[in-house]
């Protein structure tokens, strides 16, 4: 069983900043391509940020230069560091991750998870 959670969302004031921490653990052979995405009420889920294994990193225009991506791969864990933030980024945010596990065969399989979101509210 795997399981992808997350933390550190809150109620920030514009212009502040907050960490988001997501970390996935199981029987997990090896994790790819980790992110970030949010959804704003009444909205489609967007892509905010992801990083592979190797540290490549992709982000919506949006928030460059304010956000950062980084992962743990020793820990199976992804964070965003959000700076700068505005009342636009309100939404609830979730990690996204392709994670590599093995069956008692010792097939490989590639599935997609998501955690269970974690609300960042930006509001003075």
């Known amino acids: 069983q795997v399981q992808v959670v997350e933390s550190g969302g809150g109620l920030v004031q514009p212009g502040g900043s907050l960490r988001l921490s997501c970390t996935a653990s199981?029987?997990?052979?090896?994790?790819?391509?980790m992110g970030w995405y949010y959804q704003a009420p009444g909205q489609q889920r967007d892509m905010v940020a992801t990083i592979s294994w190797q540290g490549h990193t992709n982000y919506v225009d949006s928030v460059k230069g304010r956000f950062t991506i980084s992962r743990d791969n020793a820990n199976n864990t992804v964070y965003l560091q959000m700076n700068s933030l505005k009342p636009e980024d309100t939404a609830v945010y979730y990690c996204?991750?392709?994670?590599?596990?093995?069956?008692?065969?010792?097939?490989?399989?590639?599935?997609?998870?998501w955690g269970q979101g974690t609300q960042v509210t930006v509001s003075s």
């Open positions: 199981g029987s997990i052979s090896s994790v790819s391509i």
């Open positions: 996204n991750a392709d994670i590599y596990t093995t069956d008692f065969r010792g097939r490989s399989y590639l599935r997609n998870y």
